[in-house]
């Protein structure tokens, strides 16, 4: 899925949190984007994924400008076809590790077809999917948020600092599986990292700044 960002800005009262940014991410490329702490890269990402407002410019993602939907269309839309890595998880306390990784194809209505078990397995969570969430450590807890975001095959995928509870080994594991899954289904990758072993597995690495949105290399 295509994502063109043009001019956006995104203020909190009179605090201008970014200004300026625009970008495109072509379908099937994968982009990485690293800037200082609290420069709104978090803020960006949600923008992209029509779980935020912004103040000026557009986010127009798959050809369809998502400041024309409202928040249920919005919702549909992220449901069918995005996939998003929470930095803070957002896993469901009463639900156990199967149960968050089948959440998105139970809203879709689709059958799990194994495919909840094989991708816990890809993350290296086998045999931890009767558990709560609770009963997990940090690592895991990542690696729950990011299974749950590949489960239903999403054509674009956002994600916020996914191995930033990762020893390296695991990280650059989580790193293989968000790749290969994408790249398989021709999707579209956006990464929010400071690890710069992780930036420098994108196609492109984009620095965001207060004053809008730069190139900072190729990684390949």
């Known amino acids: 899925m295509s994502l063109m960002v043009r001019n956006l800005a995104k203020r909190y009262g009179d605090m201008t949190v970014f200004s300026n940014v625009s970008l495109e991410v072509a379908e099937g490329e994968f982009v990485a984007i690293v800037g200082e702490s609290g420069v ?21 993602l798959g050809g369809q400008d998502l400041s024309l939907l409202d928040d249920d269309q919005r919702a549909l839309m992220r449901r069918r076809q995005v996939g998003f890595v929470f930095q803070a998880f957002h896993v469901l306390p009463h ?12 809203l879709l209505g689709e059958p799990d077809d194994g495919r909840v078990e094989q991708m816990l397995q890809a993350v290296g969570l086998q045999g931890l999917g009767a558990r709560l ?8 807890l990542q690696r729950v948020a990011i299974a749950r975001a590949l489960i239903h095959r999403p054509i674009l995928l956002l994600a916020d600092e996914p ?24 999707a579209s990758l956006v990464l929010v990292t400071h ?6 597995r994108a196609d492109r690495v984009l620095l965001l700044t207060s004053e809008g949105m730069t ?3 190729r990684a390949h």
């Open 133 to 140: 969430p609770q009963q997990l450590s940090g690592g895991q």
């Open 215 to 217: 190139e900072r290399l």
């Open 40 to 60: 709104g890269k978090s803020t960006l990402l949600n923008c992209m994924a029509g779980l935020d407002t912004w103040d000026e410019g557009s986010v127009i």
């Open 95 to 106: 639900l156990d590790v199967a149960q968050n990784v089948a959440l998105p194809l139970m």
């Open 195 to 200: 690890s710069e072993a992780a930036a420098a």
């Open 163 to 186: 191995t930033g509870n990762l020893d390296p080994g695991t990280a650059a594991k989580v790193m293989d599986v968000l790749i290969s899954r994408t790249r398989e289904r021709g």
